[in-house]
């Protein structure tokens, strides 16, 4: 499948390809120094991830830009065991008493997340210019 071809047949839009973003409801774990933080995917792009957490006292200091974390998804049809984690850092980040709004770019993406990624994106702009919103 090549993504770009086919996205381009859908979407209509000057940004690049790599900042289209779609919404996504996907448990993550972010991992450092075998620290793990639970969180949800808000957004996805070929690019990164907008992700939000519950505040966490040992990962207050870490949470900084440019910090680099490995990203695991949790997909509910993914074995834990077979999902491999990825490199990202964060390129932005939002903190309040009760939620923390964090932003990753991606690096290291392995292919078979990649795929994962391209073909959830695909989606969601074909369904949407069909307009429909059942695979979402």
């Known amino acids: 499948m090549d993504f770009d071809e086919e996205l381009r047949k859908f979407a209509r839009s000057d940004r690049p390809l790599r900042q289209m973003r779609e919404s996504a409801r996907w ?4 991992w450092a120094d075998n620290e793990c933080l639970a969180g949800e995917a808000r957004d996805v792009s070929r690019g990164g991830l907008g992700a939000i957490v519950e505040p966490d006292l040992v990962w207050q200091t870490r949470l900084v830009v440019g910090y680099k974390v490995r990203l695991l998804f949790v997909w509910d049809n993914e074995d834990l065991d077979d999902v491999a984690p990825f490199g990202a850092r964060i390129i932005w ?32 702009v074909v369904t949407r210019h069909l307009g429909s919103n059942d695979l979402a």
Request: glycine share 2%.
């Open 27 to 30: 448990q993550i774990e972010i």
């Open 93 to 124: 980040i939002r903190k309040n008493e009760k939620i923390w709004d964090i932003g990753f770019e991606f690096y290291d993406l392995d292919d078979r997340a990649e795929t994962y990624i391209a073909r959830y994106l695909l989606t969601r």
